[in-house]
């Protein structure tokens, strides 16, 4: 047996989750503000030019304040702890029943499968794009079938969201919670995002279909999971092939003509049920670690957002979110011009994309509870 070097390395730089913890609290800024001020000195020049009393007063009043900030926190700590502890109980009942927190392992491909591509997955899209699309959402089996959103709870079917897309029904006024709006696809065929990324009308449609209900539909065709929603689709020779790669090709495009913002960092709450495969955390044969996302990967801005999705406020046992340092290769298209939830800031990432942990784990508490953060590219 033995370890690697860097496997090595790994494990001497691991910090415990009391480590994690102690990383968020704001030591840093009380020191800073304990400091004696005086005018028209540099920070780090002013801190050489400490007298000694000068020193004992900034530690005295450094040892007040990290008594309260201790004192605050271990306080919120417990509380987040208790939230938690409370809304999952049920995970340990004795009654013998299966948990409605029960975990489940990420669906994911390797470094293989990144290779072959997303063709291997949902196979060959049609030329006549829109007619196939249409045929996808409204004549190929499965089309009727109903479902409902993990987020929001909104129970469709295929074709109905095709049809409220392109204005056909009215959504439902029940449906149109947490801000959702359907701009219809004239109206979009005219902003300037359109015409700078090049998009064709099926790839507004594509798009728009994604950020609704559908998500949840493509995603699963993508993954193969939930195995019995897959399964309706895949028994009806209905992978949505065509849509899917309508979408890709419009994501790729509104990527390239839009560059994000310096120092932006995305977040992807992942829902507190879901654990991260092994090849996340361990190496493999040639050193690698990580796993290849075969959906695609929604993410936001907006970090409030994705503690939202982190399934800390249900007590989920896993609560986590992805923290993403946006560059010039590892970005996703922001899409919220043509969202039907434009809040959530939603910068979506193509399928077959190949994820890795970049630092250490932290950990944050919050009012629901307790979420982990976990850096990747």
């Keep these: ?52 009393a000068e020193i004992a007063a900034t530690t005295t009043a450094f040892q007040k304040g990290f008594s309260r900030i201790i004192e605050t926190c271990t306080s919120n700590l417990q509380e987040a702890l208790e939230v938690t502890k409370r809304q999952a109980i049920d ?7 299966t948990s409605k927190f029960s975990t489940f392992k990420m669906s994911c491909g390797n470094i293989v499968d990144f290779h072959e591509g997303l063709m291997a997955r949902v196979g060959a899209p049609s030329l006549e794009f829109e007619k196939a699309m249409k045929a996808e959402h409204c004549l190929k089996g499965g089309c009727d079938h109903e479902f409902t959103t993990s987020n929001y709870h909104v129970t469709t079917s295929a074709k109905k969201e095709w049809e409220i897309t392109m204005g056909e029904r009215p959504c439902p006024e029940e449906d149109r919670g947490h801000g959702r709006t359907i701009r219809s696809i004239e109206e979009l065929e005219k902003e300037d995002l359109v015409k700078n990324a090049g998009l ?13 209900p559908l998500f949840q539909l493509y995603n699963a065709v993508l993954r193969r999971f ?18 899917i790669h309508v979408l890709v090709s419009a994501i790729q495009k509104v990527a390239r003509v839009m560059p994000p913002p310096e120092g932006l960092t ?10 991260l495969p092994d090849s996340f955390w361990s190496y493999d044969d040639f050193g690698v670690r990580g796993y290849m996302e075969w959906g695609f990967r929604s993410t936001t801005s907006n970090k409030a957002i994705a503690i939202q999705y982190s399934g800390a406020k249900e007590g989920r046992p896993l609560a986590m979110v992805m923290e ?18 434009p809040a959530e800031v939603e910068y979506l990432w193509v399928p077959c994309s190949y994820i890795e942990p970049t630092g250490q784990v932290s950990i944050q508490v919050i009012d629901e509870g307790v979420v982990k953060f976990v850096p990747v590219r």
């Excluded at 995305?266 to 879901?274: A, I, Q, R, S």
Aim: aromatic share 10%.
């Design 1 to 52: 047996g033995g370890i690697q070097r860097h496997q090595f390395i790994d494990i001497a730089r691991a910090s415990s989750s009391l480590e994690q913890w102690a990383k968020t609290l704001p030591f840093g800024e009380l020191f800073a503000a304990c400091v004696p001020q005086k005018e028209s000195a540099q920070p780090l020049e002013l801190i050489g030019s400490l007298s000694p």
């Design 91 to 97: 995970k340990s009942s004795g009654d013998g029943k």
């Design 200 to 212: 064709q009308r099926v790839e507004i449609i594509a798009i728009v279909l994604y950020t609704g």
């Design 226 to 243: 939930p195995k019995p929603m897959f399964e309706v689709f895949e028994q009806s020779g209905n992978l949505f092939s065509t849509t």
């Design 266 to 275: 995305l977040y992807c709450g992942l829902g507190g049920l879901m654990e």
């Design 324 to 341: 993403i340092p946006v560059g010039s290769v590892d970005r996703g298209a922001c899409i919220r011009d043509f969202s039907q939830y």
